[in-house]
């Protein structure tokens, strides 16, 4: 008989259950909020489906503003659920316009919820969350914000700007577990998601969630995923000893010596620094220029660029900046292959005054 080792991935120990509430109550300081915080024990995107599926209703008047994929998943769960959605869909890879939202707003008053997401690691773009959430209090709409890219990249106040719902993940500024998510759920949205026929007793229902959060989260509904919750509480301990600031500060400090390294290098910045984000950074290649070469350049040196999102990026490149890449180091690999990958493909490029920007971004 052979022996077949035994795991010990297999027997992780059991989460114990009193730090649930400990856990949503951290998620909440992040977030700088006192609302319901509600886990789900899913990727991110399971979050935001369950929020779609929970307000989705016939009659019920929603803008969706669209900056990428997820935007647009989010209006057809939305459909799903009989809801009237109205898409403002930026142009492909930027971000939208607040007067576009304000326009949308003014021509559909009967709206009662607005969807956006904050920052996008597909294009690298940062939408006016604080304009757009104005606009939307103004008119007592409740507000949706996929802040999952964002959280820990950007400065995300919650309570401050009155986003009704955000819905976060871990895996990407926080550097945590995929398998595992947050969202925050203010009185407002209860109001509008708790009605006659609101969804029930599905993975999908965040009235489900209220009942676990109001019995004092003691334990989760369903089964437990102990290696996820333990993550999940490694990178709460490793962001709170960081402090939230200095990770904020991180993030800010890789976008803007990226960008200044590349500048040097000659590089077209995809959108302006002021509407790019924090986490990824695209660029536009030089005519004639297709990024897979590019991409597969810098992998052969241990650096890891990735494709433009949507149609018509052929010619862009996203570079990554967040988590555990939001340091010098990773910067300065990013800048010096791409400095390469130029020179490699024949054209001019000054790879020693580009690291020299992004050591003196660094050294402010
Ligand atoms: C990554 C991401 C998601 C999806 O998160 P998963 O945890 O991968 O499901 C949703 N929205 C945005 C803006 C993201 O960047």
Do not use: C
Request: hydrophobic share 50%; proline share 6%.
């Amino acid at each position: 008989m052979t022996e077949v080792a035994w795991n010990p991935l297999y027997g992780v120990p059991v989460y114990p259950a009193e730090r649930y509430a400990s856990l949503a109550h951290r998620i909440g300081r992040l977030l700088r909020t006192d609302n319901d915080v509600l886990l789900v024990q899913a990727e991110a995107v399971v979050a935001l489906e369950a929020v779609a599926t929970s307000l989705a209703r016939p009659g019920l008047s929603a803008l969706n503003v669209v900056t990428s994929p997820y935007g647009s998943w989010f209006g057809q769960w939305l459909r799903r659920g009989g809801a009237n959605v109205i898409d403002i869909v930026a142009q492909p890879g930027r971000p939208i316009e607040a007067v576009a939202v304000a326009v949308a707003l003014d021509a559909n008053p009967n709206v009662r919820a607005l969807a956006l997401v904050h920052a996008e690691s597909a294009s690298g773009i940062l939408n006016p969350l604080p304009e757009i959430i104005a606009l939307a209090k103004a008119r007592g709409i409740v507000t949706i914000v996929d802040a999952v890219a964002s959280v820990g990249g950007h400065p995300l106040e919650v309570d401050a700007l009155g986003i009704d719902i955000a819905v976060i993940g871990p895996q990407k500024a926080l550097g945590g577990p995929a398998g595992v998510s947050a969202l925050s759920v203010g009185q407002n949205a209860w109001e509008l998601i708790l009605h006659d026929d609101a969804p029930h007793n599905s993975i999908l229902a965040l009235a489900d969630l209220k009942t676990w959060a109001d019995a004092g989260r003691d334990a989760l509904p369903g089964t437990p995923a102990p290696l996820e919750l333990f993550a999940l509480e490694a990178a709460l301990d490793r962001v709170e000893a960081e402090g939230l600031g200095q990770v904020l500060a991180r993030h800010e400090k890789a976008a803007f010596a990226s960008r200044a390294g590349l500048t040097a290098l000659g590089a077209n910045l995809w959108v302006p620094a002021e509407q790019g984000s924090n986490l990824v950074t695209t660029v536009s290649l030089p005519s004639g220029m297709e990024a897979t070469p590019i991409i597969g350049f810098a992998a052969r040196l241990g650096v890891e660029f990735t494709p433009g999102v949507g149609t018509g990026s052929s010619h862009l490149v996203r570079i990554n900046h967040t988590g555990a890449r939001a340091t010098f180091q990773a910067v300065l690999a990013n800048i010096v292959a791409y400095g390469a990958a130029l020179r490699q493909a024949g054209l001019p490029a000054d790879i020693g005054t580009a690291s020299e920007a992004v050591a003196n971004a660094y050294s402010d």
